[in-house]
Every structure is written in C-alpha cells, then in structure tokens.
C-alpha cells in the first residue's frame, strides 16, 4: 500500500510543503489513484496523464497561471512543463515498486518503458523485476539509464 507520506515526500522537493498542506485532497487523490490501479482495467498511461493533469491545474490555479511557488527556504521556484513529468514519474515509481512480480506486470512495465521516457518504469523494472531478466539484460537497463537520464535522478539507488 502507498501511504499519503510517500506522495507527499515524492512531492515536497518539487511543490513544497506550503503548497501540499494546502493541497491535501490532491494528495489523498493521488494515493487513492495510486492504490487502486488494477493492470487490464487502468493503464499506466492514463493513470500519468490523470495525475499530470491534476499536479498541473492545481499548481496553475494557486499560482494564477505564474507557475512560481514559494519553497520552504523562502526562495521562489518556477515549475516547468516538463517537471511535471518527472513529478509524475516519481510517483508512478511507488506504484511500480509495490507491483506484484508477476510475468504481465513485467512486460506492462517493460512496454511502459519502451514507449514512454520514464525512469521509473525502468528503475523498477532494474530493481523489482530482475527476476524476469538476464545479467545481460540487466547491464543493458543499467547502460540506458545512466547514458539516459541526469545523474541526480540515479545516483542514489543505483549501484555503480
């Protein structure tokens, strides 16, 4: 099960914590999105695009369209487009983790990752689903991700 304090931890170096007390109905919606998704009723990518969509709006209409929100340092942070992928992203990673290690979750995964630029579908799939893949195939996950994407994204959980 994902709990509120996950969400609300993948979110707070992005959106702050004045921002997230203030948006608490979102953050429980998020869980809820996050806790029900079934494989063959949802869809990975509906479920990035509903929760995109409400990281969005709701920045938008507390900001009144600046995209510009104070963080808990007193410095002000302007949200691009693109953050909120990597936002959504994160969170898809507690759902990924929490997947059950069956067969259909990994190939859900490994398609989730082939057609979407998604780091946590591939982290997920290098640390949760190892199971399904060689060694071989395992290096190759490894060589995308760190040639991929920013080294601050990886470099804590990945083993270099």
Known sequence: MIAVSQVVCALSPWLGDRFLSQH??????????????????DS??????NIDDMLFFAVRSFTK?????????GQSYRIRMEDFYVM?????????????????HYIALQDY???????ASLRALYLHFD??????????????????????????????
């Open 24 to 41: 608490e109905g979102i953050v429980n919606s998020i869980a809820i999105k996050l806790n029900t998704f079934v494989l063959g009723r």
């Open 65 to 73: 369209g600046k995209m510009v929100l104070k963080m808990g340092s």
């Open 131 to 160: 199971s399904f893949q060689t060694e071989e195939e395992k290096q190759t996950l490894k060589k995308v991700i760190t040639s991929c994407f920013d080294k601050a994204r990886w470099r804590w959980w990945l083993d270099n």
């Open 44 to 49: 990975f990518e509906n479920i990035a695009g």
């Open 113 to 119: 990752s082939i057609k979407h630029n998604s780091l």
């Open 88 to 104: 959504t992203d994160d969170l898809l990673y507690l759902l990924f983790a929490v997947l059950p290690k069956t067969r259909n």
